[in-house]
């Protein structure tokens, strides 16, 4: 077979095309969180006596040719794991890492790829733009603003750290979405702890503890309205206070008498936030020991009390099983029955009377066992 002069011309250019450099590659986007390593990886087929460059697009910085670092940023560095594989590595990524870089083989023209890389940053609260511990008076309105940084911008999310409900705009919501959070009227329940929470998708997210201080003038609630002990019990009597700041807590007997701590009388507060709980214990119960208390709380807002009564059982066989007596005041210091079929045993001791033996209640064995109640005789 004679082959013509320009066929054989034909077959070599058809050689040196085939065995030109190229890019087998295409363009990458890398994502790298800030502090960690990033690689870009280029593969070229058919170098032969090429080389392979890395340069920044932006600024136009040689960083490698070929295996050796050109730039004098120590981080850099060129990582070779297959033989057509030519990576560019960054270390301790920065935040001014971000951008486009350059994979270059150096033939005429010049072949070119570009990889993109993007630089994450956990999300942080900016504490110097972002609310403290806030005052404000009940019923009125309050923003409160929480300032995050990162890459992506995060997302703000608050939620109280006891999971209960906030009011925002009027309606209830179990977390709201935004820098901002504006309450339009603070109630006394909103005292405590909230969390704004920074998050974009990089870990982790970050939080930031507001304390949030609703003032309100006290308002206490017995927890028992009426109270029955029998002679030589210790009685307690708790009251459930709201108030903030901090009320003062005191209780009173019958006769107005503010109570002090003694053999007789044991009083203790226990508080959590604006809540208060206080007890007032009375040992070796007895008939002078009946009748109502008052629970006091007062601060710079004002003032507020509630009632709780105590009174005293007694036993006896001598009455009817199906009558119980209350012991009511009169001349002739007799007796009023009722019977247990018309009326419950709350209704009987809840009845008011005046006198040294309002409080007193007798209940016969068979009402006892009725009712649930033991003897301590």
């Known amino acids: 077979m004679i082959i013509s002069p320009l066929t054989s011309f034909a077959l070599k250019i058809s050689r040196v095309i085939e065995e ?7 363009e990458t986007n890398v994502t790298a969180v800030v502090g960690r390593d990033a690689i870009l990886t280029c593969y ?5 006596n090429y080389k392979v460059a890395w340069l920044r697009v932006d600024t136009q910085t040689i960083l490698t040719i070929g295996q050796h670092v050109i730039t004098k940023n120590h981080r850099i560095g060129v ?4 033989p057509q594989a030519w990576s560019l590595t960054l270390r301790d990524v920065k935040l001014n890492d971000t951008g486009q870089y350059m994979c270059q083989i150096n033939t005429e023209p010049m ?14 609260i900016v504490d110097s733009d972002s609310s403290g511990e806030v005052v404000v008076r009940e019923g009125e309105s309050v923003a409160l603003h929480c300032a995050a940084s990162g890459t992506p911008q995060p997302i703000v999310t608050w939620k109280r750290e006891d999971s209960k409900w906030l009011i925002v705009g009027g309606k209830k919501v179990i977390k709201w979405e935004g820098v901002w959070l504006n309450i339009t009227a603070a109630h006394r329940d909103m005292n405590g702890a909230l969390l704004c929470i920074a998050s974009n998708g990089v870990p982790p997210s970050v939080s930031k503890r507001i304390l949030l201080h609703v003032l309100c003038k006290p308002r206490a609630k017995v927890i028992q309205k009426t109270i029955t002990f029998s002679a ?21 007997d019958m006769y107005i008498n503010r109570i002090k701590n003694d053999s007789k009388h044991e009083t203790k507060t226990i508080s959590y936030g604006y809540e208060h709980t206080s007890r007032l214990k009375i040992n070796n119960v007895s008939r002078d020991d009946t009748g109502p208390y008052q629970c006091h709380a007062e601060n710079l807002l004002g003032s507020g009390n509630d009632r709780v009564t105590l009174y005293m059982l007694a ?4 009455f009817d099983s199906s009558t119980v007596q209350i012991m009511a005041p009169s001349s002739s210091e007799t007796t009023t029955p009722m019977n247990s079929s018309n009326a419950d045993f709350e209704t009987v001791i809840t009845e008011e009377y005046s006198g040294s033996d309002a409080f007193g209640v007798i209940l016969s064995q068979h009402q006892m066992q009725k009712q649930g109640i033991v003897s301590t005789s």
Do not use: F
């Open 111 to 124: 072949k070119t790829e570009i990889h993109h890389l993007h630089v994450y940053v956990p999300p942080d």
């Open 79 to 82: 990582l070779r794991t297959e």
């Open 315 to 318: 036993t006896t066989t001598a």
């Open 44 to 48: 070229v087929k058919n170098l032969q």
């Open 232 to 252: 030589g019990d210790a009685a307690v009597l708790q009251c459930h206070i709201e108030a903030y700041p901090s009320p003062n807590i005191y209780w009173t």
């Open 20 to 26: 030109e450099p190229r890019l087998a590659s295409n």
